[in-house]
């Protein structure tokens, strides 16, 4: 399968605790996007790599929040000392810059990572 | 206020009947991008769009630009058409995208 893959699918952790998420984007895709998903909402925006270069980031990842491409392949999203307001559903999408304009914008979705904490 | 709405939030169709989803957003974009979610979580792309109209099989994009409005129609609606259909905007000079709350679909055989 090339399709984005995430890991974990389902993480519950107590409050106070860090955790780390994966993303793996399609492999020719150089554009990686995270965002937060609450019950009943759209996605909302955390940040955008392009390669391995963080071009821009939400208001709404705070210092507790980090994310890293580092070889502008799979990026790993942290949450320090997570709070019950955290318990979100934790989408990546990629995207490539080839293709011509349009085709470019075009993103693709992994399953989520849906965390939970208690 | 929301830069972009989605109208209505909740729709319930018979099997077979005409479906229109609604999306105005509030400045100049790059792309318009209807997503559709189904329950558990996946999302799956259905059209990017920068003017114009697009169709894939009983699915129809529109945007004008001009009124900064989008629909999206289906066709002789399925019960598998069930779901949550959002839609995304990327406005121009940024590279994030800006989400409707979504609408939920239901159609009933």
């Known amino acids: 399968d090339t399709g984005v893959s995430q890991d974990p699918r389902h993480k519950i952790t107590k409050r106070g605790q860090n955790v780390t998420f994966r993303c793996d984007p399609i492999s020719e895709h150089n554009r990686l996007y995270w965002y937060r998903q609450t019950l009943g909402q759209g996605p909302e925006f955390l940040t955008y790599f392009q390669n391995e270069a963080q071009l821009e980031k939400s208001r709404l990842l705070s210092d507790r929040f980090s994310a890293e491409r580092p070889k502008g392949s799979f990026s790993t999203l942290e949450i320090q000392r997570t709070e019950q307001g955290d318990s979100a559903m934790y989408l990546c999408?990629?995207?490539?810059?080839?293709?011509?304009?349009?085709?470019?914008?075009?993103?693709?979705f992994g399953p989520g990572t849906r965390l939970t904490v208690t | 206020k929301n830069e972009v709405e989605q109208s209505p939030q909740n729709l319930t169709a018979q099997e077979g009947e005409f479906i229109t989803i609604n999306c105005s957003y509030s400045?100049?974009?790059?792309?318009l991008h209807w997503l559709q979610q189904h329950p558990g979580g996946g999302i799956v792309s259905l059209f990017m769009l920068s003017s114009g109209k697009k169709k894939h099989g009983r699915l129809i994009a529109t945007i004008n630009i001009q009124e900064k409005h989008s629909s999206l129609h289906i066709t002789a609606s399925h019960p598998r058409d069930s779901a949550v259909y959002i839609c995304a905007v990327r406005f121009s000079g940024t590279y994030k995208y800006i989400f409707g709350t979504g609408t939920r679909l239901k159609v009933l055989a």
């Open positions: 400045v100049g974009i790059s792309a």
């Open positions: 999408a990629s995207s490539s810059t080839s293709g011509g304009s349009l085709s470019s914008y075009e993103q693709y």
